[in-house]
């Protein structure tokens, strides 16, 4: 729960069941993480203060617009365990690709910095599962979130087996995502957009910029942080992209997938604030993952 009026509502999660709402979708509830899986990305005193911070009742606040109720960090476990979850589900064969439906997001928390509504970097932290659990040795992470993931930068900076691709509004917040963000190793691919660009321009980005970057990496497995904040009606921002910019995008993300990684893919909510876009574009999103995915 968070306070009356903020846009990171339990009424998002409605708005998704009514996106998946007619898909032929094995659903599954996402376990608990171990605290060692949080550990995996961020340090042990970071964990403390965040449990230390969660109210008995009421609301904490970590930052500016980032709250804590009293059943907010079993709802952020439960979203680092979705994710463990789906990656091993996928890597085990038992799925070809999973979304995960949860919140808080995660894409905007820090090393030992919670920001942007998230508590830890769900993505960032199934990767380093991927990698470490699993044995892989390319990972892809691809992020349309209307907002850098300066989390998910933060995280994996020094991971040269993470590839981290980003496109975003510019400026916006959280003021970073510069093409000049290269990562310790030239892993990481930022393509900041204007305001008010739209369809087009996005289009044309990914083909000239991120597709042609995943292809050279040959990732093992793809990892979307699916935010559908872009989206026209979006409150936060101004990107103007539709929901079938969204069904584009993930079927070409599922192409580069079926070449390099046997088709494998995780994806994970991150953000989408105007009810009813969000509800569109999940539906257009899943519904291309449980096509490709049969």
């Given amino acids: 729960m968070t306070p009356p009026g903020h846009p990171e509502q339990v009424a998002r999660l409605g708005a998704v069941e009514r996106g998946l709402a007619g898909l032929a979708v094995e659903r599954r509830e996402a376990p608990l993480a171990e605290e060692s899986e949080v550990l995996r990305c961020h340090p042990a005193g970071y964990?403390?203060?965040?449990?230390?911070?969660?109210?008995?009742e009421g609301w904490g606040q970590?930052?500016?617009?980032?709250?804590?109720?009293?059943?907010?960090?079993?709802?952020?476990?439960?979203?680092?365990?979705g994710c463990a979850a789906a990656v091993d589900a996928v890597l085990r064969g038992e799925a070809k690709n999973a979304f995960v439906a949860g919140r808080p997001p995660g894409h905007h928390a820090e090393t030992a910095k919670a920001m942007g509504f998230c508590l830890f970097g769900?993505?960032?932290?199934?990767?380093?599962?991927?990698?470490?659990?699993?044995?892989?040795?390319?990972?892809?992470?691809?992020d349309f979130d209307v907002h850098h993931g300066n989390g998910t930068q933060d995280l994996l900076w020094d991971e040269a087996r993470c590839l981290f691709a980003s496109t975003h509004q510019?400026?916006?917040?959280?003021g970073s995502g510069a093409e000049s963000e290269r990562g310790a190793h030239g892993q990481i691919v930022n393509v900041p957009l204007r305001a008010g660009s739209g369809s087009a321009v996005m289009r044309a980005a990914y083909e000239a910029r991120v597709f042609p970057a995943l292809e050279?990496?040959?990732?093992?497995?793809?990892?979307?942080?699916?935010?559908?904040?872009?989206?026209?009606?979006?409150?936060?921002?101004?990107?103007?992209?539709?929901?079938d910019d969204?069904?584009?995008?993930?079927?070409?993300?599922?192409?580069?997938?079926?070449?390099?990684a046997?088709?494998?893919?995780?994806?994970?909510?991150?953000?989408?604030?105007?009810?009813?876009?969000?509800?569109?574009?999940?539906?257009?999103?899943?519904?291309?993952?449980?096509?490709?995915?049969?």
Avoid at 67 to 81: C, E, K, N, Q, T
Avoid at 170 to 174: D, T, V
Avoid at 276 to 284: F, K, R
Wanted: include cysteine; proline fraction near 5%; hydrophobic fraction near 50%.
């Fill in 47 to 56: 964990l403390a203060r965040v449990k230390a911070e969660v109210p008995v």
């Fill in 62 to 81: 970590l930052d500016g617009d980032t709250y804590l109720a009293p059943r907010s960090l079993v709802a952020a476990l439960r979203g680092v365990g």
């Fill in 122 to 142: 769900n993505v960032a932290i199934a990767a380093k599962r991927a990698l470490d659990r699993h044995g892989l040795a390319r990972v892809a992470i691809v």
């Fill in 170 to 174: 510019m400026p916006l917040y959280p």
């Fill in 216 to 243: 050279a990496f040959g990732p093992e497995l793809i990892l979307i942080s699916a935010g559908f904040d872009a989206h026209a009606d979006d409150p936060l921002a101004g990107l103007e992209w539709e929901a």
């Fill in 246 to 260: 969204y069904a584009w995008l993930t079927g070409r993300l599922c192409d580069i997938a079926d070449a390099h």
């Fill in 262 to 294: 046997g088709g494998r893919i995780v994806s994970t909510l991150e953000g989408g604030y105007d009810l009813q876009a969000l509800e569109a574009c999940v539906a257009a999103h899943v519904g291309v993952l449980e096509e490709r995915g049969r």
